[in-house]
């Protein structure tokens, strides 16, 4: 067995020494800035994205357009209604208990 991959870095020395350089910015800045940037019409690219993944969400009942919406701020909450017959789900399990 190799001993030498399980030990820690030498202090002052990356572990990466070719990595990526200094400055340079994530894929996630990148896509932010592009979809921020305003077309000659005077809209944002992110603007423009939503009305296209809205559009195509339901005109085309796109199933991956409507989880990409759901994921952007999260899906809608939907109430749930616990009662049974009028009777809070806990007067219930209390009876069950009897």
């Known amino acids: ?3 030498q991959n399980l030990k820690p870095f030498k202090k002052g020395k990356s572990g990466n020494p ?3 350089p200094a400055g340079t910015l994530s894929m996630t800045t990148k896509i ?3 979809l921020m940037e305003y077309g000659k019409d ?3 690219n992110a603007d423009k994205l ?3 993944m809205v559009l195509r969400a339901i005109t085309k009942s796109d199933v991956l357009a ?11 909450v939907q109430p749930t209604d616990i009662t049974s017959g009028g009777k809070p ?4 399990l209390d009876n069950l208990e009897k």
């Open 18 to 20: 070719k990595g990526k």
């Open 1 to 3: 067995m190799n001993d």
């Open 89 to 92: 789900i806990g007067q219930l």
């Open 32 to 34: 932010r800035e592009f």
């Open 50 to 52: 939503k009305r296209a």
């Open 66 to 76: 409507k989880e990409i919406l759901d994921r952007i701020d999260g899906k809608v």
């Open 42 to 44: 005077g809209e944002t």
